[in-house]
């Protein structure tokens, strides 16, 4: 069974440009979660979608957006960039994305982003 | 509040050795808490979780105790290995009808001599 796959890996963007970084769950897997992971600030939820729609979210500006598509997969969006955007940005998937030992969360191994 | 404090930021170890990571959390609506174990390049990975209502969980060297009443939880890696050296996170989510929000402690660098 193949794990949940980011793409891309590696970003370089300067400030203010956008960015689009992509999500593919593990196979029938209908949630799908976002964090930001930096040195400072460690691990931050960022939002959860599941059935295309937005579940929870997390403290960060609206400039962070995502959706969820039909087939589970997911893109996260940020807008403006901005220097502290600098970080790994992880997605995690799992069946129902209620937490218990029964649909546990699986990590990507995340797009590093960096913003010049 | 909604934070997890994590100690200690980083641990060394002997081979052999009992590994011992600290949590502490102040929302009462946390119930669930596993702890996820993250290699460099890697995302992090599930290595053991626990419901609030049991003290202690076990899973061949890893052991989690629970204690509800002073809101800590702790990870015990028994016979410490090399290849246990990596980062750990302590975790906490709400009840299973909110959804998938974990809130994730600091973070524990251990390292694990030979």
């Known amino acids: 069974k193949a794990g949940v796959t980011q793409t891309p890996r590696y970003l370089i963007k300067t400030r203010g440009q956008q960015v689009t970084l992509s999500c593919s769950p593990i196979?029938?897997?209908?949630?799908v979660s976002w964090y930001q992971q930096t040195p400072g600030q460690g691990l931050q939820f960022l939002f959860e979608y599941f059935s295309e729609t937005q579940r929870n979210k997390g403290n960060f500006p609206g400039r962070f957006s995502g959706r969820q598509f039909s087939n589970s997969r997911s893109e996260m969006n940020v807008s403006t960039l901005e220097l502290g955007d600098s970080a790994l940005y992880l997605c995690?998937?799992?069946?129902?994305?209620?937490?218990?030992?029964?649909?546990?969360?699986?990590f990507g191994a995340g797009t590093r982003l960096s913003v010049l | 509040q909604q934070q997890v404090k994590q100690s200690p930021q980083s641990l060394i170890v002997q081979k052999g050795g009992i590994s011992i990571i600290n949590c502490a959390y102040e929302?009462?609506?946390?119930?669930?808490f596993p702890w996820y174990q993250q290699f460099p390049g890697k995302g992090p990975a599930l290595l053991i979780a626990i419901r609030p209502d049991v003290s202690e969980k076990k899973e061949g060297r890893f052991t989690i105790s629970f204690n509800k009443s002073a809101k800590q939880f702790s990870l015990h890696i028994m016979d410490s290995q090399p290849g246990d050296s990596a980062t750990y996170f302590c975790a906490a989510s709400p009840v299973e009808t909110s959804g998938s929000r974990l809130t994730f402690g600091e973070g524990t660098q251990l390292t694990v001599n030979p």
């Open positions: 196979s029938g897997h209908r949630s």
């Open positions: 929302n009462t609506a946390f119930d669930y």
């Open positions: 995690a998937s799992s069946f129902s994305g209620l937490s218990s030992d029964k649909n546990i969360q699986y």
